[in-house]
């Protein structure tokens, strides 16, 4: 279903844009607003935002608690009616009734660029203040896939309740609170038409914007992780951000976390919108969209790595580094197929132990011992190789699934596959020719009911073996 729509989505962006270029249009003003008429026009359908929800594309303002803030919105997706300015087209909505916030450009230079990230930053900085003030049992829908996003991030578990936070190193607080504020803020997008002709022009841009950063001594404010945006385009290039909000890009070494909080890509930018507008209105009202049985993923190459720093025992800020690739190794399929993580021998035995264990695998009753003497494996390969399928995660001396269901599929010679999205296994096994023959590790919390007709459904999952635990 994603697909046909990003489909149709691209065909009415490249038709539109080809009218408009037909007409030698010369006053600034009204070729801006025609473009970003394209852009409000183009989302605003049946196939792409379900109408029963009441959502609608406007141009306006956004008030973040009493406070209108001064930008004005090329073009924001919005949750029920707001506030007509007088007589005008526009409209004023607070922050929580907006889903996403486009700054559209016609041709995207790097003074546009500048232009629309302290535009947008402005608006993420005065909401980061706001949001501190609210009641903290607004953000419990949202802890959940924040720990997720952060296990998979760290490898290692996140608190389950926001007050637990300070159980945290600082390090880890920033960055979980920064995955918070990215899961309830709306989404940022730079939407340039036109522009970087190559991947790595684009890319280019984001590095001289953070080297003339670093330049500036007086104000390095607007500079943090939530303040990037969370898409990019121009042309079909594209900047996204990887806080697993869709898009998630991370290197992992053994001991060592590096995430790229930016990468790029050359994919379809129509798909990545809409990629990004269907996950944020399925978190903002805890629906399911219409993802359909598409396999196909982005290529993402990484571009900047994030890492928080910490002095004197205090969260300080964020380094970063920058990956530099060449535009010869830029130039290539833009899509791969989703498969499942791959598992050794070794790493599936690890997981039966974990089974038989009530879902925790200890890291300290000599695993690894028995893995060396029966197997000749090194407990580090095996360990790096779950944490590396960001399906397990650390918790203490222990490892444990991140999800509440897991699924293994064990290969004739002992090896495996394994993911925690049931929907895009089923799809792979059936494009594979593989009998969907799972063992399901499945983790149910203390509070929640488990009742006999449940536990009877699950084990009947196509005579798949279950294992069920309670936390």
């Known amino acids: 279903m994603i697909k046909k729509a990003s489909e149709l989505l691209e065909s009415f962006i490249q038709e539109e844009t080809k009218k408009l270029k037909e007409f030698n249009m010369s006053h600034m003003p009204t070729l801006g607003t025609a473009y970003e008429e394209i852009t409000k026009q183009g989302i605003d359908r049946e196939f792409i ?15 973040i608690g009493k406070e209108l803030c001064p930008e004005q919105i090329d073009c924001m997706l919005v949750n029920g009616e707001g506030e007509r300015y007088g007589l005008t087209e526009q409209y004023i909505y607070p922050i929580e009734q907006v889903l996403c916030i486009f700054e559209v450009k016609k041709t995207l230079r790097k003074s546009d660029f500048y232009d ?8 993420r900085k005065k909401y980061a203040q706001h949001y501190k003030l609210e009641d903290i049992d607004n ?14 991030i760290t490898g290692r578990s ?3 309740e926001f007050c637990d936070i300070n159980c945290l190193s600082s390090c880890d607080q920033m960055l979980f609170e920064s995955l918070l ?13 036109g522009g970087y002709k190559t991947q790595s022009g684009l890319r280019k841009v984001f590095i001289d914007f953070l080297e003339d950063a670093i330049k500036t001594k007086e104000n390095r404010t607007g500079f943090g992780v939530v303040s990037f945006p969370s898409l990019v385009t121009s042309n079909e290039f594209c900047l996204v951000k990887g806080n697993g909000f869709p898009f998630a890009q991370i290197l992992s070494k053994l001991n060592e976390e590096e995430w790229a909080v930016i990468s790029s890509s050359r994919y379809n930018p ?7 507008i269907w996950t944020k209105i399925s978190i903002y009202f805890d629906i399911k969209m219409p993802w359909g049985n598409d396999l196909d993923l982005e290529i993402l190459s990484p571009l900047i790595i994030a890492k928080a720093h910490e002095v004197n025992g205090s969260a300080a800020g964020w380094i970063y580094g920058i990956i530099e690739i060449k535009e010869e190794r830029l130039k290539r399929e833009s899509y791969t197929r989703w498969k499942p993580y791959g598992l050794s021998i070794a790493s599936i035995i690890a997981i039966h132990n974990m089974a038989m264990n009530g879902g925790y695998l200890s890291l300290t009753d000599g695993i690894d011992e028995y893995l060396s003497e029966k197997y000749s494996v090194d407990f580090s390969d095996v360990y790096n190789n779950l944490i590396k399928s960001r399906v397990f995660m650390r918790d203490g001396d222990y490892l444990r699934p991140i999800s509440s269901s897991t699924y293994i599929i064990i290969n004739e010679d002992g090896s495996g596959l394994i993911s925690s999205e049931k929907d895009r296994f089923d799809n792979w ?3 594979n020719n593989v009998t969907p023959s799972y063992m399901i590790l499945q983790f149910i919390d203390n509070d929640e009911y488990l009742d006999s007709d449940r536990i009877i459904n699950l084990k009947e999952q196509e005579s798949n073996l ?5 936390k």
């Open 181 to 193: 504020q990215d899961s309830l803020a709306p989404i940022s997008i730079i939407h340039g038409y």
């Open 116 to 123: 629309a990230y302290f535009h947008l930053s402005h608006i």
């Open 270 to 276: 129509a798909r990545m919108i809409l990629e990004l």
């Open 466 to 470: 279950v294992f069920i635990y309670l």
């Open 49 to 63: 935002i379900p109408k029963e929800l009441n959502l609608k594309l406007v141009s306006g303002f956004i008030i």
């Open 139 to 152: 953000f419990k829908l949202h802890i959940l896939r924040v720990r997720k996003s952060f296990s998979r």
């Open 158 to 160: 996140a608190p389950e």
């Open 429 to 431: 096994c059936n494009e």
